[in-house]
């Protein structure tokens, strides 16, 4: 080799050692020490005590070996007993004022919520507005001129899978704990809710974290630590920081209010779309209406199809109940709809989406108490070669109709001698019926089987 390519290689070693070297120094920090000393003082640990009632006695052991019977008799039965539980948690100051974010696990239900600083000084503090459905809460406590530097709330957009991040709690009580990690991924469903949408990291998250910020290395705060998965290793969640952005003026406020349509949603297939009359699967069907809320107020059906809203184009039911409960009730909003071959427009007028599972508020609400149905599509009455029926859409365990046997997914063809053709049928038979008569149905179950039962009405 000559003098010159000796040269020439050792110059191209060199240079790429040291690019090498300024790349993997600027991906692995040093320290994280920067970060932790910019931030920590903003996070506080939460302690909180409820007041829970138990029937739960010593003989528990002997109604787990003999049953009831242990239990039937008078002087054996044990009575309800008030006690004190308290659980840890972890927040963070977002302001001077004294307001604090934290999970709304971690103080739901308390009856006294005290909050730690990193100087040991505590202070009690009052709910301000809390949301269950993000999991998210606003606390405040009275600083009396304590001088603490407040987190600052960064950009989730700015964040990218594989970014370093922090998490900084009060895991198992052991206040002032740090982690690391990177993000994982973004934009996680778990499960937990409609408004799943969870940052993902590999940084230890343990009981007690729940509440405390998830950081950048710039010290900004990109998500609210809340959630881990028991049987997981390096799985934790962290509520984005756009949402606690978006609902921090109703939290403010003491309540967080969101639109409701009042629909049962489902995914769209390709079978489905094709049996009502659609080419694509675009939009999100809807499989049921809750009677007398917004959406059948204003005309939208089982069978439609809601691919808009304000122009918006919906892909799957997640993104609709977004939108939809981005908006303020008593919103109208416009609803574009697939009916029968054809596209529309119904304006619809939202209300409040209600605290209670709406899974719950449907079944309480439909006419029939305590069933609720909807029509067949041409698919299914193909499937079943038949012309009549509507299929039960939910049937409240412990009602009387469950009893009898009639379950999710049946075709109701029969309704005391009378023959179904649509749910419109179904539901005024239903509400002529007086409460204790017998009602009659035929079933076709979803494998084929016919069969007849029959239930007092409730």
Do not use: C
């Amino acid at each position: 080799m000559s003098k010159f390519f000796y040269i020439k290689f050792l110059v191209l070693v060199l240079l790429f050692g040291f690019t090498s070297s300024s790349y993997s120094s600027s991906l692995i920090p040093k320290s994280f020490a920067p970060v932790v000393e910019k931030t920590a003082e903003g996070v506080v640990n939460i302690s909180t005590t409820k007041t829970v009632t138990s029937n739960q006695s010593g003989s528990d052991m002997f109604q787990f070996f003999f049953g009831d019977q242990y239990n039937s008799a008078p002087n054996q039965r044990s009575n309800p007993r008030q006690f004190k539980t308290s659980a840890l948690g972890s927040g963070f100051l977002i302001d001077r004022m004294g307001y604090i974010v934290t999970n709304n696990h971690v103080i739901e239900g308390a009856d006294e919520i005290i909050v730690k600083t990193t100087t040991q000084k505590e202070f009690k503090a009052v709910v301000i507005g809390a949301d269950p459905l993000t999991d998210l809460a606003l606390l405040k406590i009275e600083l009396n001129g304590e001088m603490i530097e407040p987190l600052v709330l960064g950009d989730i957009n700015k964040a990218r899978i594989g970014d370093w991040v922090i998490a900084i709690g009060n895991p198992l009580g052991l206040g002032g704990t740090i982690t690391a990690g990177i993000i994982s991924a973004k934009g996680r469903v778990i499960g937990d809710g409609p408004y799943d949408n969870f940052i993902q990291t590999d940084a230890s998250i343990n009981p007690g974290n729940s509440g405390g910020p998830l950081l950048n290395m710039d010290g900004e705060v990109i998500g609210v630590n809340t959630a881990i998965i028991q049987s997981a290793q390096g799985l934790g969640f962290a509520v984005p920081v756009d949402m606690l952005i978006k609902i921090l003026p109703k939290l403010r406020q003491g309540k967080v209010s969101r639109g409701w349509l009042g629909v049962t949603l489902q995914e769209l297939d390709e079978d489905i779309a094709k049996s009502l009359g659609k080419n694509d699967t675009n939009g999100v069907l809807v499989a049921d209406v809750m009677v007398d809320h917004p959406a059948d107020r204003y005309g939208v059906k089982a069978g439609d199809i809601i691919v808009a809203i304000d122009g918006q184009t919906v892909i799957n039911a997640r993104e609709l109940t977004k939108l939809i409960g981005d908006t303020s009730p008593d919103d109208t909003v416009r609803v574009r709809i697939f009916r029968n071959g054809k596209l529309g427009n119904i304006d619809v007028k939202l209300g409040e989406r209600p605290t209670k599972n709406p899974q719950e508020i449907a079944t309480n609400k439909v006419p029939t108490g305590n069933l609720a149905v909807r029509d067949m599509s041409t698919k299914e009455r193909s499937r079943f070669g038949i012309d009549e029926g509507v299929v039960v859409t939910s049937v409240r365990e412990n009602s009387s109709a469950f009893k009898s046997g009639l379950r999710d997914g049946d075709i109701i063809v029969w309704f005391n001698k009378r023959s179904i053709n649509k749910k419109s049928d179904f539901d005024g038979y239903y509400k002529n019926v007086k409460q204790g008569n017998v009602i009659g149905l035929k079933i076709i179950s979803q494998s084929g089987g016919v069969r007849f039962i029959a239930f007092n009405k409730e």
